[in-house]
Structure formats: structure tokens, C-alpha cells
């Protein structure tokens, strides 16, 4: 009579923890948030993250001290490829250089620390994996397999995202003016707009490939973003504003953390997507500040 | 630190009225003499009886034919003079249970009139030993809840200063209560006058509710003639009042601690019934062989039973004159916390029969009931009277999270129902409740056994 | 959710039902929602069924994906979503808004009573933000005769317009929240059903007019301005996850909010945001909670019934 809504994916567990652990959720979704905001960054950012990630599953099925140090460096290399893609395509002043590395270093943080996990999953799961029968389409190679699959979806999709921003925020695809609707406005490219549509990438990521992103880092998003958001501040007293609304962020999100426990959020939406949508809903509501 | 004492408002449910209490609150007991008698092993709560007597051994009235099988049982005896027919297993809302079945004579022996039944009369005969003595040998169980053996409770090393009779029968329909104190008022009293001597307590109060208010007035003429000492509380009739610990924090404004009984704030609690199975056991002689029991709803003869312990729920429904219609639920016990005893097309084969804590049968509309959504309004918390949040409880519960649900304090709950009536989006919140509730007990036994 | 067939009790309950309640918040804004349509003119009709129509759509298409079962709340959400946008919002706008309102505000969380924020003034936020242009003009028909303005209480101060025409509507505004007097029968409705903590809607526009005085504005100005009424009556009393002086608090909370962007910020109203801003930070007030649990002691930092 009585049913738990308890849903884990049992069945797709050993698959699902490796490619879970080497997805760079963190990584993507604050690319969602601050880049791809038109076509061309999110392009760039896709195509730097479908690669780190596939990179960084392969490292996750070897279980070594160096693969960890590996995965570290991989981390910065990926922060250093991302700064310069930055200056590159939006041409930051010099201040902006040493905030946006600083964000940058952050969410190289969060990047590493959940790549490092799949220390202790992998073992277990990388064999539990390619034994399990049935669990997995292909045989030998299968979590790199997923995790490719994985890694794709979420850069076409983050590809998308820029598009769609950049049209909705600018009327305009890779620059080019496409219409010029009164539909169109400028938040739409602004950051809080961005972390919604970070969490509704990773709800469909997690939807189609089964992944679950419960207890993830979304300060590792939220962070850098609010410093990056600095950036655009000015004087003391606009850093001094940002800093606070960003205390107030952090506040909110643990309350409503606690809040969330008694809710029925779908599980796609679980954990980390619901807490960026979150994130980009406080942006909006603390606009008065 | 402590918080203020300031709160919003402490409110309960208030599910009686007239519609429900009124349809058998005038009606006085009525008896039925019983061809069969059906005795289960579980009198109360927890509690079973080993039986003693054998297929085809013939038993008086008055005697002994079951003692305890475990902590909580009480002596049980024969109600009817008979023959003891077979051992049946019955199907029960609680379990499969062992009947004892008993073939009553034509003839029952009479029953005698006696002082105590129409005047005060003080235990001065008694000392506290010879009270519990009579206690258990007659059989006194807590016959308002669960059946806790009544010599067990007061023999408690405690310093008790309050003793209450619980009058309160807060459950909407069930009268049973109500009739015995205005039909067999001096029984009751000089019930409660033995348990006071045998506990010692300086206090002693019968507390009741509005809707009995010609009872209360009753008692009060009666304690004013015989110059008694004792107290009659009227209160409204909000549920769940009658509960031990809201009863007791109402008339001695202390709360019994978690985990605790009300010995531990010196107070001990007794039924209108207990009350007058002591007194019958200590002036007649008679140990605790009947009891009032409300057969309510929807019979075309709503009515109160004055009847021997054991009989068939079916003679009563027969008694009541029959189903008014079909589509019900017999409910046994009160329709808060009662439980399903079988559905209205059953009513001519129910199982069972009454036992010493059988307050009533009521057959209720069956009313297909559906969850929706919770809406977070909040009813729940502000009706639950531990103060518990029992909508959250039923997030946590279902989504297996039993050590949020030791958080939200899940262990306190004592099953009253408020929450499931109050909800509006009709959710079965006192089910997640008591199941949160017994798996966290459970879970935390576990973990004290580990340590 | 499914049927039962409880086998142990609570065999009664209450008439009360999710239904009804949600038909009774319907019932309360009636009034409001007629004198909208005849002071804004019958486009205001069509802005209320669009947002209800959009809403209801939405929500019965994410519950389906979901697996949950439909329900009515969405109606609500529509109604006043439509009662904070003009009369002369585009619809696309509205639609749009109600999208955002169901499907970001409400559904993402998880459905009904899953939300953290009151969708409908996060619909209204989200248009603030996006199109802060199409909120600035206001019909002011009543009774036939079409004329914009963008001239508020708020914008021009109390001067203006006289108290009566304040408490009755005669003012320019959102569709839904001139008629302070038919929101507050709409209200007295709802609080005799009690189906409302009349109180936090009380200490929210207590906290309002009193902290508006400290700054020298006049109290019956600042109480019948704008969308307060709105907001206390219907936006506040949105059922929230907090206990009852939890809600106190964020009443006050939220009124500070409120008195704060009418006192020191250029936005045009406040009451959106001191409302969204206490739901959003609802989650660390039940600090300010206190709910004793019988044989518990009461300890500091302790939530509502948690050990």
C-alpha cells in the first residue's frame, strides 16, 4: 500500500558511478553559466570540456596515485585553456585578468575534488562494470564508452545553450543578426539566467543518461561566478554589494538546502540542477540589492 | 535557554458533535446474554494469556481460565457458565490470535445487588497489599487503552501525588464511558477511592469533557453528599485529550518526559471502566468479567452494551439490529484509532469477540479516499498535539530517510490520527507516522545493541 | 498519489479538501479580478485566462512528464500572476511569464507545495527583470474610457489621488491590485474559512506603514499604495514550509524588505521582492521557530519538532 519513492538506479549502478564521477558536472555547468551566453564561447566551451572530460573518465578507470596527480594537472591545464579562451573571445581588461583566474582556480577546485571520488568508486565499480552482464552495451571499454556518450551530450547541449541565449539575449547567431523580436532582452545573456539554464542542462544530462547528481560541489559554481560577476562591479562600494549578495547567496542556498530535503523534486532535477536553478532564481530576486 | 511559553495557539481537532456522540449518548446499556462466547489471547494491546482449561471441561462463571503469557497479561475469567466448546484461530486487525470458545448454559447464574453499587463506600477494610492482591486476581487491566495490568501500575515504587480517572472518551461515537458513569456511578467512585489508598496519592480528580457534562453534574452531587475529595474536571471536547499525556499535562500541568511513563511525574491514569472492575472484584467478588462497549454508526439501533467479555462482535451488530447499509467499514475500537475489523458485507461472520478493551463498534461510511499532493498548509503541525510536523515526517519517511525522521523526532508520535483527518489532501500522514516512528525505535535499538 | 483502504485509523475526516481550498482562494480574488476587468477593460479578461490557461497548461504537461497527479493549483497561480501585470502588458508577455512562473518556479522544484518561491511573484520578478518596460503603463478605462498613463501613487506620491480613491481602485496600477477594498473581502473570506494566517499578513503591512513612518512617509499612503495589499493578503499567506511564528517572522522580514526598496531603491515596487526575498531566505528562519515538542526540552537552534 504504502510505497518508498526510493528510485535509485540500482540496476545501472556500476555504470552509472564511473561515468557520474568522471563528468565534470561542476565543470559544465559553469560553463553553462558564464559562457555560453552566445554561440561562439559556448562552442569553444563545449568543445574544451567534451575533451577534458573524455580525457578525465579514461583517467578514472585507472586506479593509480599518478592518474590522480594527472587528473590535478588536467584540471589547471583546463582552468589555464578556459582563462585564454575568456580573453580571447571577450577581451577582459587587466583587472579582469587576475579576478577571472581567480574564478577560474575555484572551479578548477571543484573540478578535481570530484574527479577524485572515483578513487574509491572505481575500483569496485570499473569491475563491477565489466563483469556485470547485461549492464552495460558494449563490453570491454564500456564506462569510457558511457562516459564519451555522456561528455557528448552535454557539449552539444551547452553548444545549444550559447545559441539559444545568444539569440534570445541579442537577437543574433555567432554575431549575425537574426531578428530582432521585441522578445529579445539583454538579461538573458546575465549570469543569473545562465545558472538556471546550467541546471536545466544537467537535468536533462542526468534525465537521458541516468546519472545522479545529489551532493555535489554547487558552490563550486555558484563562487566563481559571484566573483566573476565582481568583475563587472564597480568601485568598492559595487564589490562591497556583490560580496554581500553573494553571503546572502550562500545563506539562502543552505536553507533552502534543508528546505528541499521535504520536497519531491524530480529526480533528474535532485541535488546539484535544482540548487544552480536555485542559484540563478536568488540572482534574480536579490536584484534589489 | 529556554523559548517563551508564548505559542500561536495549541490547537487541536474537533471532530465530535452531535452527529456522532448523540446517536447513542442517551441510549443506556443494554445486556446480551451470549449463546457462544469467544475469549481471545490478546485482551489488550500487547498482552497474551495462556489458557488453562480444556475442550469439553465445564467452567463456572467467575472462574479462572487464563493467566499471563507475558509481562503485560492479566488472569482471565470464565464470563458464562458453559462448556468449553474448541480453540479457533481468528484472523484480527492485530494478528492471527488464538480464541477460546465457550458454549454458555441456558441459565446464568444471577447476578446479586450489592452496597457499593448505590452508596459510597471507603477501602478502610483494605490495605494497600490486599488492594493490588485483588487487583490481579480479579483481572483489572487498563480497559480504556492497552491493557496494562492494573496491580503492576500501582504496585510502582513511586510517590505517586495524583490519581486521575480518565472520563475525557475523546473518540468521536464511543459513549461507553459516558454511560457508565451515569448508570454506575458509586461503582466507579468507590473504584477510584481503592486505587487512590492502594497508590497513595493526596489527589484525585475525575476529568471529563463538555458533551458529558449531565455525568459530570452527577458526580458532583454525589462527591458533595459523601463530602468526598475529589475533583471533577470538565474541559471542551477537543481531541485528543483523553490521551494519558495530554490528560496529564492538563490537569497537573507537567509533561512526562520522552520515553517515560506517567509514573516518573507521580501521576497514574485509570479508566472508568478499570475503576469499576476494582470495585467489582473488591465489594462482589466478582473479578473483571464485562464491560460497556458502544455499537455506533451506521446500525439502525445505535446503542450501548453492558455485556460479558467474549461476545461475538456479530451478536452485537445482530443486537444493533443490523447494517443500515452495506458499503461500511466495521470499525473496532474508537474511529480515530480503531482498526478495521472487516467490511459490511461481513457483518453476519465477524471474527472475534469483545475484550477488556473493546470501547466500540462502529460501522462508518466507506469513503474511497484518495492522496493528493501535499499542499504545505500546515494543519497537520498545528493539530498534532506532541507538536510534531508530521507532513515533513511523511517526506522523510518516504524517501526512506530514517535518520531525518529520528531528527524530526518521529519516536514521540502516539498514533492519535489528527493528522490524517486534518489533511486536506487526504494523506495517509498518521500511517508514515507510526511506521517512521516504530522503524526509528527499531533502528535505534539496533544501535544501542551495537555499542 | 493513489487510493487507499486504511486499515487502521483515522477513519474520519475533515470535509476540508486541497480542492476547496484552492477554489476558496479563487472565490476570494472574484471581486478583485471583476473590478480589474472593469476599470482595465476587458483585455484584463483576456491577460487573466491567458495566465490561467498558459499556467494550468504547463504544470498539467510537467506533472504528466513527472508521473504526478493533476491538480488545480496552477489556476491560482494564473490569476494572480495576471493580477501583477497591466493592463496593457503584451500577451506574449504573459505568456511567457506564466511559463517561467510554472515550470522554473514551481515545477523544477517538484510540483505542488514543493516550491520555495510564490510562482506567481516570481512570474512577475521574471518580467521585471526581462521586460521592465512592459509593466510601466497602466489602462485607467472605468467605464468605457481608454486612457494610458504611467502615473502611480508610488511615481507621484499620495497628492495625487485621495484616500478613497486609493481603497477602492480608482487608481492606475496592475490589473489586480487598485481595489484594496474587494482584496480585503476577498480576504475576510479566507479568513473565515481559516484557511489564512491573518496575522503574518497583518504583521507584514504593520511592519511596512510603521517602518515607512520612521522615514517619514505617511502610513495610510504607504499601506494603501501599490501592491501591498496584494501581496499581504494573497502572495504572503501562500502556504509556506515554516511554522506559525516562523511566518511572523517572515512577514516582518519581508515587510523590511518591502519598506527598504519603496524608501532607498528607484525599482517601482517593493512588495515583489520583500516577499520573494523571504521566501528565499524562509529556510534559516526556522531558527525563529520554537515549536515545543511535549517531553522534549527546548534547546536554541533547534527547528520545528527536530531533535
Redesign the interface.
Known sequence: MLERLNDKTAGNAGRADLTAAAFPAEGYAFAAALLAADAKTGLFAAAVLFVISVISAALATKRSAASNVLRVILGVVYMAVFCAGVFLMNGYSYQGHFAAIAAALLACLGFVRLAAPAEEEAPDAAEGAAEGAGACPAAAGCPLHAAVVTAALASVLLFLCGIVRELLSAGSVFGLTVTSSAVVSSFYGKTAIGLIAAGFLLAVVSAVRKIDFSGRGTVFVVLPAAVLLMIEARGIGGIAKQVFILIILLLALWGIRKRLRFSETGRPFRGMPVELIMSGLLYMVLSWL | ????DF???DRG?F?SGEWDKGLANDRPFESIAPQTVLLSECQGGGSRIRFLCEPGQRVARGEKIAEPANFTGVDLHAPVSGVVKEFIKQKM?NGELTYCVIEADETQPATADFPYMHEIVQPEAFDRAQLLAAMKDGGVCGMGGAGFPAHIKYAAEVDFDTIIVNAMECE?YLCCDHRMLIEHPYEVLNGLLAMRKACGADRMVISTEENKENAAELLRKIIAENGLEIEVAVREDKYPQGSE??LI?QVTGR??????LPADVNVVVSNVHTARALADMLYAGEPSMTRGITVTGLVNRPGNYLVPIGTPFTDLIAAAGGLKEEDV?I?L????????LAMGDEADRLPGGVTKTSGGL?A?K?????????????SC??AC?????P???N??Y????LP?C????AT?CIAC??C?????????L???S??ARDEVRAMIRERSAKK | MKEFSPRIGPFLRTSNTSARIMLDVVIALVPAMIFGVWWNGPRALLEILVACAVCQACDMVCDKISGRDFTHGALVTGVLLAFNMTGTTPIWVIILASVFAIVVGKQVFGGLGSNIVNPALMGRCFVMLVYPTVLNSFTVAGGGVDSVTSATVLGTGAGSYSYLQMFLGTIPGTIGETSKLLLLIGFLYLVFRREVNWLASLVYVATVAGVSAMFGFDPLTSLLSGGLVLGACFMLTDYVSVGIRGQLFTAFFAGLVTTFIRVHSSLPEGVCFGILTANCLMGLFVFAQGKHVYGIKDEIGKEDGHA
Open positions: 535557554m529556554k523559548r517563551s505559542r500561536i495557539r481537532i471532530p486487525p468521536p499525556k495530554q499535562k509533561e512526562i518526559p520522552s520515553g517515560k467499514r470499525v475500537g474508537g474511529p480515530m484509532t480503531g482498526s478495521l462502529i462508518i466507506d469513503r474511497g479516499l484518495r492522496e493528493s499532493p501535499c499542499i504545505r498548509c500546515g503541525a498545528s498535539p506532541m507538536g510534531l510536523t507532513y515533513k515526517i517526506a522523510a518516504l524517501h526512506g530517510d531525518l529520528e531528527q524530526l523526532l514521540e490520527g489528527s490524517s483527518f486534518i489533511c486536506p489532501a487526504r494523506r495517509e498518521t500511517q508514515t507510526i511506521r
